[in-house]
């Protein structure tokens, strides 16, 4: 049990559909991160954001869309999304994104398919 | 251009005896390093860190050795069980760096047969 909680598991959308992953955690971190881990690729990060703020955003298309109502939610707003954006997202949390020594702790991730 | 590489994708080691899983890096201004583990439908779980003013660091069964010069660090898991099977990801940070900015590399697959 990491404390990374993450809804839903699996998603199926269509390329117009409109949907929203949810990441909740339970540490009492300051820092939030979404990455997106696709086929025999490492892991990429997509947002960061610290105390409720985004400070990082690496070159996401803007149909992903991240929202951060206090430090231990994260949302990722999904519209218009394509086949190629199939992926596990995963959410991870950090006691201060600020430290080099700063470890983050992952979710279980959402397996979303884009048909 | 991957900064973080781990060469094999799988690795298979009898129980009991010792795993090694190897990563290598390019880029010299990285100064801590992470280990995590992954099982299917779950996310990558912390396991082993190590800072760039050390060369090794050891807690349980893994020990992660860090050799700067050939910008290489190895994970030993000894000895190995069949829980530890799993995928095993490197990751690196620099000091300096885009806050949060961890890079991973691709993975390696650990089976662990009884």
């Known amino acids: 049990e990491t404390g990374v909680t993450q809804t839903p598991r699996h998603l199926v959308m269509g390329m117009t559909n409109k949907k929203s992953l949810k990441c909740e955690q339970h540490l009492g971190h300051n820092a939030m991160y979404w990455y997106k881990q696709s086929a025999k690729k490492p892991l990429e990060l997509m947002f960061v954001y610290s105390l409720e703020e985004r400070v990082e955003n690496n070159s996401v298309p803007s149909r992903f869309s991240p929202e951060c109502p206090n430090s231990s939610h994260l949302f990722l707003h999904l519209h218009t999304l394509q086949p190629e954006d199939s992926a596990l997202y995963l959410c991870?949390?950090?006691?201060?994104?600020?430290?080099?020594?700063?470890?983050?702790?992952f979710g279980p991730g959402t397996r979303l398919t884009v048909l | 251009d991957q900064q973080v590489k781990q060469n094999s994708p799988s690795l298979s080691v009898q129980e009991g005896r010792i795993s090694i899983l190897n990563c290598d890096y390019t880029n010299s201004m990285f100064d801590y390093f992470l280990w995590y583990k992954k099982y299917p439908a779950e996310g990558p779980t912390f396991l082993i860190s190590i800072s760039s003013i050390k060369d090794k660091n050891e807690d349980g069964r893994f020990t992660v050795f860090l050799n700067k010069s050939a910008k290489h660090l190895s994970l030993h898991i000894v000895p190995s069980q069949p829980g530890d099977s799993a995928v095993y990801f490197c990751?690196?940070?620099?000091?300096?760096?885009?806050?949060?900015?961890?890079?991973f590399g691709k993975g390696t697959k650990l089976s662990v047969k009884p």
């Open positions: 991870a949390s950090s006691q201060d994104s600020g430290h080099t020594t700063d470890t983050q702790y």
């Open positions: 990751a690196a940070r620099s000091y300096g760096g885009s806050q949060g900015n961890l890079i």
